[in-house]
């Protein structure tokens, strides 16, 4: 029998920056890409190797991608706006609706809002891009 989780229900939280701090869901995420993992590798192949030789160096946990039916009067839309414009660095949380690591936990600026206002039936959204800066706990 599979062991696979849904990903439906999947919450998405952005953090205050208070002390304690409070995390509050964004709202209308329709699809969550990341964190990315990749591990920087140095090439140390010299004259006398007979392989390609590498040398690890620092993980990047890259980007958190994610879409949301853009909504102009959310506060956390609009906060993540505001974030982007400001440069501020903040804490996100990522919680799977279920799973033994349900919790993702990180740090990252927002790099990039691309607003899509289609003709038609389709909404108004918004891809929003996150950098994460340092590392990801999965608890």
Not at 3 to 10: F, M, V
Not at 31 to 57: C, F, K, M, Q, W
């Given at each position: ?118 003709i038609g039936a389709d909404p108004y959204k918004a891809s929003i891009t996150l950098k994460v800066s340092g590392g990801v706990t999965w608890a």
């Amino acid at each position: 029998m599979t062991q696979a989780i849904r990903a439906h229900g999947t919450l998405l939280a952005r953090g205050d920056g208070g002390s304690p701090e409070n995390f509050t869901t964004i709202a209308e995420v329709t699809a969550i890409n990341g964190p990315e993992l990749e591990l920087e590798l140095a090439d140390v192949t010299s004259h006398d190797s007979t392989y390609r030789e590498y040398l690890a160096g620092i993980a990047d946990y890259g980007e958190v991608n994610f879409d949301v039916n853009m909504v102009p009067d959310d506060t956390q839309h609009n906060g993540l706006v505001s974030d982007a414009e400001n440069g501020t660095l903040r804490n996100f949380t990522l919680t799977l609706p279920s799973g033994t690591l349900d919790v993702c936990s990180f740090a990252a600026y927002v790099v990039g809002v691309s607003r899509s206002m289609p003709i038609g039936a389709d909404p108004y959204k918004a891809s929003i891009t996150l950098k994460v800066s340092g590392g990801v706990t999965w608890a």
